[in-house]
């Protein structure tokens, strides 16, 4: 009797993974998918790769800012640096900076440098004495009454222009002359302004008399604690209250002058204080936690802020504005958002639960870069691909403020370094590229399309590694905390494939990782493996 052949198979199945995407830190992750990582870049997707070595441009002391307008700039204990040249001295602790056409701007100190004319100031101008005369004087050539003041042997062009809104005190006789003129004109000891601006002696409010006491003339600046410049003036905020400064002018704040060049505030009534503001997209916008402030118009009688309910800056992230292609990032308290000027969307899904804080954050044009920390209190640098959607962790750096020189990124580190971070081009003569890159890739749990158990047999890894560099290959089983080698350390100058054998053992489900050191390119991960039972693992039974 004839019997029918029995096909022989020995039930082994390949897996294949040549597309690594970026990082999914979820328990309900993908076969392949990253559940952790460190210093990965996307650069070569859809290959798995080491990121680039970074360059130590400089170390500071004691890093109080990093900016940069045509040049690089900061902030080193109470010295701020311009091109790497003493300019002027600063408060020590953290700054904010912006700049308006010459000037570099540095808050809180409300202190100026004009890389034009190499001049290093304060916004503030200021004036006191013990007596101030109010008396009557001239404007454009004509006589004029009680529109003048006068401080016997003082030089006030020294302390003031023509055009500077100038706040006067100390007035007891007319308390009423205790107000903020604008100067229309300086000549010598004499501040005129227009007619009848001040309150003088004698029926006719004309005759000149003599204030004393504790008598001053200040220009002053508000406490900003946000500041931006867009379409020709600084703007800011402090907790309250939104200002812009006089059109073209980053001295003048408080000119109310009825002209479309005068400054302007408003307060927008809303709970809550302001956390951060940035200019996007031609407009000053201006966030708290859960609004986002838009302010639009050309001038100050159509200036016109309109507010939305949604995610804002999270507080103490204001510096994780920042924008890659062509969309601004930033931490809400819900993760991170992409905003494109209607409502923001959330772009940190990867990270699973985790909450983050105190972010800083910087662009190189198409990646987001973020620095900021978890709920435990460890700092991460992130990197997010706006081109493919993807997250990658780099290390564990603090960066402060990050700035965009020459096409190069700088970060500024918590310890005082400014490392080159991303794809580095001409750097400076002076940058040092750092050690060998430590890397790390741990894949998320592999189930292999099967709730039965499964065991695995060999993985095959086609990867290209840089001379001195090499790589690692480790598994897990079940969940167990224990990582085993497979095979042996990978070395290889040039791209090739390995075949690692394992030792087989059933799993309900098994989760893989590849480690090294140096530059390392993977093109491919290939597993074999075979189906078991639906049976649970016993002791001593695998």
């Known amino acids: 009797m004839k019997l029918p052949a029995v096909q022989y198979a020995d039930g082994i199945k390949q897996g ?24 990965l870049t996307s650069d070569y997707f859809p290959l798995l790769a080491s990121r680039p070595r970074r360059m130590l441009f400089k170390t500071l002391t004691a890093p109080g800012g990093l900016f940069c307008w045509d040049k690089l700039c900061w902030v080193d204990g109470t010295t701020f640096y311009y091109n790497g040249e003493s ?22 100190d409300k202190a100026y440098y004009n890389t034009a004319a190499d001049e290093f100031g304060s916004l503030e101008a200021a004036w006191s004495g013990t007596s101030l005369t109010f008396t009557n004087g001239k404007i454009y050539d004509e006589d004029a009454d009680a529109n003048c003041i006068q401080a016997e042997g003082v030089n006030w062009a020294d302390t003031f222009k023509a055009g500077d809104a100038v706040t006067i005190s100390g007035c007891t006789k007319h308390p009423s002359n205790n107000k903020t003129p604008i100067i229309r004109e300086i000549d010598g000891d004499k501040l005129y302004f227009y007619e009848y601006t001040f309150d003088l002696d004698g029926d006719d409010g004309i005759t000149p008399y003599t204030e004393t006491g504790d008598m001053k003339v200040e ?29 073209g002018d980053i001295f003048n704040w408080n000119v109310y002058d009825g002209l479309a060049t005068d400054s302007y505030s408003v307060d927008t009534g809303s709970a809550g204080s302001f956390t951060a503001c940035i200019s996007y997209m031609g407009y000053p916008i201006f966030f708290k936690e859960d609004h986002i402030y838009k302010v639009y118009g050309s001038i100050p009688t159509n200036f016109e802020v309109m507010g939305s309910a949604t995610l804002g800056v999270a507080d103490g992230s204001a510096a994780s504005l920042a924008v890659a292609g062509e969309v601004l990032f930033y931490l809400s308290r819900a993760g991170i958002m992409a905003y494109s000027g209607g409502i923001p969307q959330p772009v940190g899904a990867a990270f699973g639960v985790e909450k983050f804080r105190d972010a800083a954050a910087g662009s190189d044009g198409l990646k987001y870069y973020v620095s900021m920390r978890d709920r435990a209190g460890t700092w991460h640098l992130y990197v997010y691909d706006t081109q493919r959607g993807l997250w990658h962790i780099e290390d564990e750096t603090h960066a402060t403020h990050f700035a965009s020189s020459g096409g190069n990124l700088y970060l500024l580190a918590e310890d005082g370094g400014i490392w080159i971070a991303g794809s580095v081009q001409d750097p400076p003569e002076e940058a040092a590229a750092e050690e060998a890159v430590s890397w790390m890739a741990e894949f998320a749990d592999w189930y292999d399309d099967s709730p039965n158990k499964k065991g695995i047999s060999k993985i095959l890894v086609r990867l290209e590694v840089d001379e001195g560099a090499e790589a690692r290959l480790y598994i897990q089983y079940d969940s167990g ?60 039974r695998q």
């Open 481 to 540: 905390g224990t990582w085993e080698q497979v095979g042996h350390t990978l070395e290889a100058n040039a791209k090739r494939s390995y075949y690692l054998p394992v030792i087989p053992r059933r799993a309900d489900h098994y989760r893989l990782k590849l480690e090294g050191t140096g530059g390392c390119r993977i093109y491919g991960l290939t597993r074999e493996y075979y189906d078991g039972s639906q049976l649970k693992s016993m002791p001593g």
């Open 87 to 108: 300019k002027g001295t600063v408060t020590a602790g953290p700054k904010t900076f912006t700049a308006l056409g010459a000037y570099i701007v540095i808050f809180p």
């Open 16 to 39: 294949k993974q040549d597309q690594f995407k970026g990082l999914n830190h979820n328990l309900g992750a993908k076969d392949g998918e990253l559940w952790d990582m460190r210093n």
């Open 219 to 247: 220009r002053t600046v508000p406490d900003l604690l946000f500041v931006c410049e867009n379409e020709n003036r600084l703007w800011g905020c402090d907790r309250t209250t939104i200002y812009a400064s006089k059109l």
